[in-house]
């Protein structure tokens, strides 16, 4: 078998074994049927992210329905694929390949991803599938997602390669005088140059990502709508996050906080840079930042309870004096050390009170420990973490520190 036929095999049976362990969650939550909406859900399923829907049966074939384009979805798909045809139809056409599963007593269960899909297309889809009764699928999807594959966290290692070269691309790059929208602009270019698909996706509501949270001093601390201890001031209200057109000075902090997507995957991670030096209050915070995420990384293993390594990061910022600045400042202060990644910047499990989820091997999270000072910077880092069966591995591999950038003249 050549190497491009083994490529192929390992992505079909990754995409059947999804299917399968979807399926054996819908047998534990009595679902008879799972109407898939989402455009990664379906690309998770399928490996083919055309408008459509994907129908899991609790066992059986599951089908792909297709919109648009039915053609390409044909080419891409991994499983069965099905032309859509009329959607006041969907129902019958449901019925047409699931028939057992509407000849038993009593209402079929069907379960779709409710944090995700709008009030409007769910009562459409009500009123064309007949003789159901429908449940929240959301957590069997983020569950599912949440633990990751050898072949995604090859996709993952490849794009934590790329954000390790691009970082150090830009620590030659940058100059005082230099806005951080140019910085930005060259980080975007190296990485699309490398594979980077151009996109961050986010889970949330109303939530957004570009590429990364390039900034520097004031700008980086300016608060924001997004859900992240450091927001940036963005070009336009119209998009109020990011690089700036402020200028990058000499002595003050200039967070890189870069993401990167390869192949629908994603790495995350956060570098301090600084030509020239830090003043004594923000040195001693980025220090505390270092301190927290070395406490954190003793932890990482199998069993830990999520929230317990919010709780006990926000006990050392305290014990540093600095639980004011800690993940944000004021009222604007994020309730997190961290978070999954995947295909989404936003995944579960969550570093949060309240998510009382113990990490299992195969989680990929990663931790941001980083402190807002109004009016003068954001300092930290961030790195993105493997949870394995005794403890974690760094799938982040830029080197870590405060980067002073000497060579700027």
């Known amino acids: 078998m050549n190497t491009e036929q083994s490529k192929d095999e390992i992505i079909k049976a990754e995409h059947h074994g999804r299917i399968a362990r979807l399926q054996h969650?819908?047998?534990?939550?009595?679902?008879?049927?799972?109407?898939?909406?989402?455009n990664l859900d379906i690309y998770y399923l399928t490996g083919s992210m055309q408008t459509g829907y994907v129908l899991?049966?609790?066992?059986?074939?599951?089908?792909?329905?297709?919109?648009?384009?039915?053609?390409?979805?044909?080419?891409?798909?991994?499983?069965?694929?099905?032309?859509?045809?009329?959607?006041?139809?969907?129902?019958e056409t449901i019925r047409s390949y699931y028939e057992a599963l509407f000849q038993g007593e009593g209402s079929v269960v069907i379960a779709t991803e409710f944090d995700?899909?709008?009030?409007?297309q769910y009562e459409r889809l009500k009123a064309v599938i007949l003789g159901t009764s429908w449940t929240d699928g959301s957590t069997l999807f983020r569950e599912l997602r949440m633990l990751k594959s050898a072949y995604e966290l090859d996709r993952i290692r490849t794009a934590a390669s790329a954000a390790h070269q691009v970082l150090d691309a830009a620590a030659d790059y940058i100059r005082p005088g230099m806005t951080e929208l140019e910085l930005i602009a060259y980080i975007e270019r190296e990485f699309r140059l490398k594979g980077h698909v151009g996109l961050i996706r986010m889970h949330g509501y109303n939530q957004e990502l570009v590429t990364g949270m390039v900034a520097s001093g004031s700008a980086a601390a300016e608060p924001s709508y997004f859900d992240g201890p450091a927001g940036g001031l963005g070009l336009t209200p119209a998009s109020p996050q990011g690089s700036s057109r402020k200028s990058i000075e000499v002595n003050e902090?200039?967070?890189?906080?870069?993401?990167?997507?390869?192949d629908g995957y994603v790495i995350d991670q956060t570098r301090t840079l600084v030509m020239g030096q830090l003043e004594e209050e923000l040195q001693r915070a980025y220090d505390a930042s270092e301190a927290i995420l070395r406490a954190t990384e003793k932890r990482l293993k199998p069993g830990t309870v999520c929230e317990s390594l919010y709780v006990?990061?926000?006990?050392?910022?305290?014990?540093?004096?600095?639980?004011?600045?800690?993940m944000g400042y004021g009222e604007d202060q994020v309730k997190f050390l961290g978070h999954g990644i995947g295909m989404e910047i936003d995944e579960?499990?969550?570093l949060a009170r309240g998510f009382k989820q113990p990490l299992q091997e195969g989680m990929v999270i990663a931790i941001e420990p980083k402190f807002t000072f109004p009016g003068?910077?954001?300092?930290?880092?961030?790195?993105?973490?493997?949870?394995?069966?005794?403890?974690?591995?760094?799938?982040?591999?830029a080197e870590e520190g405060l980067r002073i950038i000497s060579s700027y003249a």
């Open 348 to 350: 579960w499990p969550v």
């Open 376 to 397: 003068r910077g954001v300092v930290g880092i961030e790195n993105t973490y493997l949870i394995t069966a005794d403890g974690y591995e760094t799938l982040t591999t």
């Open 56 to 91: 899991v049966p609790k066992c059986g074939e599951a089908v792909y329905f297709v919109k648009r384009s039915y053609p390409r979805a044909q080419k891409e798909s991994i499983i069965r694929t099905a032309p859509l045809g009329s959607f006041r139809q969907l129902g």
């Open 116 to 120: 995700v899909l709008p009030v409007q």
């Open 312 to 326: 006990d990061a926000l006990a050392m910022a305290e014990s540093f004096g600095m639980q004011d600045h800690f």
């Open 25 to 38: 969650k819908m047998e534990i939550a009595g679902i008879d049927l799972y109407l898939v909406t989402h």
């Open 253 to 262: 902090p200039v967070l890189v906080d870069i993401g990167c997507c390869i």
